[in-house]
């Protein structure tokens, strides 16, 4: 299957890796208990794939960001899936923010097991990591987080049909179980040493309920072991010889529309036998894992960027803005970012941190006059023209009068044209082109809707951003592409209430001819509350 060598890992199986789990969470809670360390500077690691902000020594920060190059090349390897290199402002920006407290304060809500966690959107899709950990051997948890997160970002992106939960899940923890070592191989598909403690403890999840994700919703537990049960799935699938292929002809199967629990039965066989298999493997004192030698992975460079001390004073609060924010906390948050742009007046970074949380409080004339001095001392600054032009387009939606109107919105594709000669592959300026006709109540030109496709495309992890797309494609009448594009949205096993419009709208699909438009007013009534979700804002 592929020329990379399969090394065999001494597990111990339940004894090792359990003093293993509790070590970790020991070194965890006595780092957290420790005295904050002296500070470094912030710097900005720059690669293909990544943008990482940390307040760390830059050799560490240059391996981190070797490591996670490293990793995308390595999935790329496995998997067979290849990715095009993103555009500048689509790669994925990481925000190392220090500790598993502060990341549960950015985080929000009542979650006190968060470690980190990932947002992903078009033209801003952002991570929150606790703190670099190089380690040659298992990652620590918070490294762990963030190479499940990217494993999501990574399939979804080579692929537009939603995997089942426990495929996605399984492949997630898959990959996540890696190690970085010092000569620049990786291994991949390491014994999940993080979920061990679950699958001794955790309550059982059979292999049906993985396979039948209604049963396992009916039957779950608080504590069960569903993840951990995932991946002991996925990594059985991927090194068992009697089952070699397996696990593709599923994937195949569930592609064809066949449902999970039916392709599990008809590719696995007897189910209960294979539980009984993934029983006998967890004891097993030795795994495979995949070894990739240097040469067998492509990583970019690494460019490593000092933060001018404006920047690097605004980055605490920028972190806290890029999580997303309501206009109350926009308020609270702007006192102090004023005052560090008020500091440093030259410098293009603050002053587009401050363009942002201007247009975040509902300060559009702010936000302009900020993203203007932005650009005026940077013009290779992207943000600015993001924030200047969304300010724009709230002005222009006031604007009264037919001619009025059209002015105010030229005026707010300027910026977005701009952002467009510099970025052409940047998703916001093809998202708003669209935008500038439908806000107004217009029927959008062919290159507008082509423009609308085309930010979905490159940026294929936004389902809200897919979710218009398909409305888009229903009231032309294209039915089947609609549909097409639904899907992935609709079997989203984290999609939540997007999903289930999604679902609402494939049924009303179903109903309909290929060539029939489906109006607004079918769409609302459709719908239980008539509201079509809109991610592609700030």
Not at 99 to 125: D, E, L, T
Not at 127 to 153: M, R, W
Not at 238 to 248: A, I, N, Y
Not at 362 to 381: F, H
Request: glycine letters at 6%; hydrophobic letters at 40%; a neutral charge.
């Amino acid at each position: 299957m592929f020329a990379c060598e399969i090394q065999f890992v001494d597990t111990r199986q339940v004894g090792i890796m359990i003093r293993q789990i509790v070590l970790l969470v020991v070194a965890t809670f006595a780092f957290l208990l420790a005295s904050t360390p002296a500070r470094a500077d912030w710097y900005e690691a720059s690669s293909d794939h990544f943008v990482i902000y940390a307040d760390d020594k830059e050799k560490d920060l240059r391996r981190y960001a070797q490591n996670l190059e490293r990793y995308h090349s390595a999935m790329e390897y496995i998997t067979g899936r290849k990715v095009a290199k993103p555009s500048p402002s689509n790669r994925v920006v990481i925000f190392v923010v220090g500790s598993g407290r502060q990341v549960r304060k950015i985080a929000g809500g009542k979650n006190s097991n968060i470690a980190g966690f990932y947002i992903p959107r078009a033209g801003g899709s952002v991570a929150f990591v606790q703190s670099i950990k190089n380690k040659n051997g298992y990652p620590d948890f918070s490294t762990i987080v963030l190479l499940h997160e990217y494993a999501h970002h990574f399939l979804i992106s080579s692929s537009r049909f939603a995997m089942p939960r426990w495929m996605s899940e399984g492949a997630a923890e898959f990959f996540a179980a890696a190690s970085f070592n010092k000569d620049g191989s990786v291994l991949i598909g390491r014994p999940a040493v993080h979920r061990s403690g679950e699958l001794v403890y955790g309550d059982n999840v059979h292999v049906r309920e993985l396979l039948d994700q209604a049963l396992y919703e009916k039957n779950r537990s608080g504590n069960d072991a569903f993840y951990g049960r995932s991946w002991l799935l996925y990594h059985y699938l991927t090194f068992s010889e009697e089952r070699s292929g397996q696990l593709g002809e599923y994937w195949s199967e569930v592609l064809s529309s066949t449902p999970s629990i039916e392709a599990g039965r008809k590719v696995f066989g007897d189910l209960n036998q294979l539980e009984k298999e993934l029983k006998s493997y967890v004891r097993q004192r030795r795994m495979s894992t995949f070894s990739l030698k240097p040469g067998q992975l492509n990583a970019s460079e690494v460019a490593i960027r000092k933060l001018p001390e404006g920047e690097a004073k605004m980055m605490p609060l920028r972190i806290r803005s890029q999580r997303g924010v309501s206009r109350e906390q926009a308020l609270d948050l702007l006192v102090d970012i004023r005052k560090v742009a008020g500091r440093f007046p030259s410098d293009a970074g603050a002053l587009a941190a401050l363009a942002e949380a201007e247009y975040d409080a509902g300060n559009d004339a702010e936000a302009i006059a900020a993203a203007d001095k932005a650009i005026s001392i940077n013009p290779a600054l992207t943000n600015p023209y993001v924030q200047k032009g969304y300010s724009l387009f709230r002005l222009a939606r006031n604007a009264e009068g037919s001619e009025a109107e059209e002015e105010a919105y030229k005026a707010a594709m300027k910026p977005f044209g701009s952002l467009n000669q510099r970025e052409n592959d940047h998703p916001m300026p093809l998202i708003y082109y669209y935008r500038s006709f439908t806000e107004r109540g217009l029927e959008p030109p062919e290159n507008a809707k082509h423009a609308l496709e085309r930010a979905a495309q490159i940026a294929p992890f936004d389902k809200g951003l897919w979710f218009n797309v398909a409305i888009m494609q229903m009231q032309e009448g294209k039915i089947a592409i609609a549909k097409s594009s639904l899907l992935p949205v609709a079997y989203d096993p984290h999609g939540g209430q997007s999903a289930s419009r999604a679902q609402t709208l494939i049924a009303l699909l179903d109903r309909q001819k290929e060539g029939t438009k489906v109006s607004a007013n079918e769409l609302a009534a459709a719908m239980s509350d008539g509201v079509v979700s809109d991610s592609t804002a700030n």
